[in-house]
Structures are given as C-alpha cells and as structure tokens.
C-alpha cells in the first residue's frame, strides 16, 4: 500500500515527541481495535448461546410435562382449553419467551400469543428440523414477519415410540444481546481509559527519551556557534548515557583539536615570520648601500638564500605534515627490508658525520622479516632521526644506528644512539609535537635550523604504517630514539 506523500511529509513534520506519543497511541488502538472486533463476537455469541442453553433446559422440561396433556387431547379426553392451561401453568411465568404448540403433522394447535402473527408462514422451519433430528430438538435464529430476530428453540413431545407433537419456544433476539452490548459498551470505555494511559505513559516515556536528545541537540548548537566549553550531564537510558558521553568526548577533541590548530597556526606564522623579517632586512641594507660592497652584498645574499631554503623546508614539512594527518597517502605498502634502508640512509650521513669528527657505527641483523611500507617515508622518517643523533653530538662523540628482531621474528627494531647533551625529562612527553623545541635546540650543529617538524613527521609515519615510535633519555648521557614496526 503506497502512502500519501503529503501525510508523510506532514508526520515527519511532527516533533520527535509527537510522534512517538502519536506511535504508542496507535499501536494502543491498533490493539484495542482488534481485541474489541474479537471480543464482541466473543460476548455476543456467549449471550446468544447462553440463552439457548437456557431455552433448551426450559423447552426439554415442559416438553416432558407436557407428554400426558397433549395425549390427553389427542384422545379426545381433554380440551383444547385444558391443553392450553397446562402449557400456560408451565411457561407463563417465563419472562420474554413466547411459546407455540404444533402436531406431529405440522399444524398449530395454540400460540401464547394469538395477536402476533406466527412467526414465518406455514410450518415453523425449527419444528421440521426437531422432528427429522435424531434427538428430537432444533434451535434457529431467524426473523419474523417484522424483521426482528427471534431465537427459536423446538422440542417434541412425546417419546421414540410415539410422537404427539412439537414444542416451539421462541424469545426476541435484542433483549438477550443488550446485557452484552452494555458489557462491550463497558469494554470500549476501559479500552478509551487504556488509550488515554497509554498516551499518558508514551507522553513520560517520550519525554525521556527527547529530553537527552535536546539537550544533546542545543549543546550541538552551542558548539557550533563557538562555544567550546559546552557538555551534556549523562542522563537517562543506558543508550543515550552512551551517546551523551561519545558527544562528550567528541567535544573535548574538537577543543584539544581547534586549541592544536590555534598553536600550529601560531608557531608556523612564527617560523615564516622569522626568515621573512631576515630576508626584508637584508632586501633594505642592500638597497639602501651595501649592494656597492661587494663582500657585504654577497654575505648578504647567501643570507637571503639560506632563509629562502628554510622557508621551503618548512612549507615543504608543513604539506607533508598536513597530508599525513588528514590521511592523504597512496597506501600502497610493499615488503621492505628495514636494514638496507638503514644502511642506505647511514651512507648518505657518513660523509657528514666524518666532518663532525663523529663516530657513526651499524649494527643491522642479518636475515631481517619484511616490514610492510612505503620505502620514501621509511627513509625519511630514519634520516630525521639520524641528522638529530649527528646534529646533537658534539665533536668526537659517537652515534650508533641498531636495526634488529624481537618478539621471534614479530616486530622490527630500529634504535639510533647517541652520546648528545640528553633530554630534560619534563620535554620528553612533548619531543614528538609540532615545532616544539627543547632548551638544547641551540645547540644544534648544522648550520640551518631546523622546521621543528621532524619527530613530528616520524611519528605520523610510523603510527601511519601501524608502528611506534619512542624516545629514552637522560640529560648528559645521550639520548635513544627507536621505532618498532611490526613484521609483514
């Protein structure tokens, strides 16, 4: 059945209140509808049947007393007056049952009423059904001339040997059926009172049920009108206590989220503000003499060239930072072995490392499991921890590059160690945050300073390829980054 489209709209227009009120009304009516169709049948056919039963008692009863009189009168002993008192002295106390008296052949011989016409015309059709019964009795409701119903009830009287005639007795239909159209009269007004609790109790129920939801939805308003301090008190059913406390949690991230956002915005217009003051600075000297001084103008230059570089690589770290978070990457993984990457990266750094008069060990365990990965971001993330190690060492101190197996061949270990000036255990929880920088940044060897991105871009990658990364370190003994990465 295809619903009107405009009822629909029109429902769906109705507060979430409304329609489960309306919902529990009327699956209610629903309910007491057909409990009312089937229990009308119910009371009416019990009424009906029990006022047979209690015609069939009667009309057995006087149909045994009536044996002797109607014998009496079929012998000519008796009158029909005689008849006529003994079946009056029977059955005319009986309130509302009228009575007919008819031969074995058929015809009547007395009616309690003589007014009223018979019912039906010629033989009663109760009084053939009575005599062609095996057990000599027949009940039918039928109408009479008027078009009322009348229940009728048709006993012979007489015995297996001889027949004298038949019993009709007859009661209007509308009298037995009122009592059971009062008690379902009764019925509907209790269903109406169910109805109206019902609705009552939908009304609370709902009420329940809406009232965490608006306070969800307000609290959902409030939010995005830039009121970040907003929660909901978990309330209610275990469902919305759950869906209050995801909202919750949900709330604080976007908070800690949009207070990151704020910072790293900070921090990079920061750390583009500081080459661009250099490079202006050197733009207007150059301008206002020292492009004439040949030596200053190229100091100069080199200097602009320098900020130039690092501003690239900020910007550059700050796209590949951006598209590591917002999970902008190919995905494509393919087996690498995480040592040769490592000795690579080491070949690259040895150069370096030899010009900073430092010691650059490898220890790579032979026949490593493959690790699955994308190679350029494997290499980047141990060339930023390796040019750390070399830049934070000083001059004749050591950085060893470790790759090996653990868990029986499970997971895959890099560690780089290195004898540097440490790290002071109240930045270690930071070390892997945007543009954090500890007290010992300064002490940076490399003749460009970093963009404060680069631990952060390692731990993107690995958590990105379902690894860890980590750090341990003391001030003054050195410091071990390491990166577990789990074998293909």
Excluded: C
Excluded at 50 to 58: G, K, S, T
Excluded at 118 to 127: D, F, I
């Amino acid at each position: 059945m295809r619903t009107n489209p405009a009822v629909k709209r029109n429902f769906l227009a109705l507060s979430l209140h409304t329609r489960l009120v309306l919902s529990h009304v009327l699956v209610t009516l629903i309910s007491v509808v057909l409990v009312a169709i089937f229990a009308r049948e119910a009371i009416y056919r019990a009424a009906r049947e029990d006022a047979e039963h209690l015609m069939e008692d009667i009309a057995f009863a006087a149909s045994k007393a009536l044996e002797d009189p109607m014998k009496r009168y079929l012998n000519g002993v008796s009158s029909l007056d005689d008849l006529q008192q003994a079946a009056t002295r029977l059955l005319g106390d009986e309130h509302n049952i009228g009575y007919a008296l008819y031969l074995s052949d058929g015809s009547l011989v007395l009616d309690s009423d003589p007014d009223a016409p018979v019912p039906g015309a010629g033989l009663s059709p109760e009084v053939f059904m009575a005599l062609e019964s095996e057990h000599g009795e027949a009940d039918l409701i039928r109408p009479n001339d008027q078009g009322l119903d009348f229940i009728h009830v048709a006993f012979v009287v007489g015995h297996a040997e001889e027949i004298y005639g038949v019993l009709d007795l007859r009661t209007p239909l509308q009298p037995v059926l009122e009592p059971a159209r009062r008690n379902f009269l009764w019925l509907l007004f209790v269903a109406l009172l169910v109805i109206l609790g019902v609705g009552a109790v939908g009304g609370l129920l709902a009420q329940s049920l809406v009232a965490p939801v608006e306070r969800l939805t307000i609290a959902a308003d409030h939010l995005s009108q830039g009121d970040l301090e907003t929660r909901v008190r978990p309330e209610g059913a275990p469902e919305m206590r759950r869906l209050t406390t995801v909202f919750n949690a949900m709330a604080d991230q976007l908070q800690s989220t949009l207070q990151e956002l704020r910072v790293f915005v900070a921090n990079a217009s920061h750390e583009l503000r500081t080459p661009l003051t250099t490079v202006r600075l050197r733009v207007e000297a150059l301008r206002a003499g020292a492009l004439q001084d040949p030596l200053v103008a190229q100091r100069f230059l080199a200097d602009i060239e320098e900020q130039v570089d690092r501003m690239s690589r900020l910007v550059n770290d700050l796209l590949d930072l951006s598209r590591l978070e917002s999970g902008i990457d190919s995905g494509e993984r393919e087996p690498l072995d995480l040592g040769n990457i490592a000795s690579a990266v080491r070949d690259v750094f040895r150069v370096r490392a030899e010009e900073s008069n430092i010691h650059l060990n490898w220890d790579v365990e032979g026949d490593l499991p493959k690790v699955a990965g994308d190679e350029d971001q494997m290499w980047r993330v141990i060339s930023n921890l390796l040019d750390n190690a070399i830049s934070f060492t000083p001059a004749g101190g050591r950085v060893d590059l470790r790759v090996k197996s653990l868990a029986e061949g499970r997971i895959v270990r890099l560690e780089i160690l290195d004898t540097g000036m440490g790290i002071l255990e109240r930045d270690l929880p930071h070390i892997f945050e945007r543009f954090y920088r500890t007290e010992n940044t300064r002490q940076r060897k490399s003749r460009s300073q970093g963009s404060g991105l680069g631990l952060a871009i390692s731990k993107s990658i690995v958590e990105k390829h379902g690894g860890r990364i980590g750090v341990t370190s003391r001030l003054g003994a050195g410091s071990l980054f390491w990166v577990e990465m789990p074998a293909n």
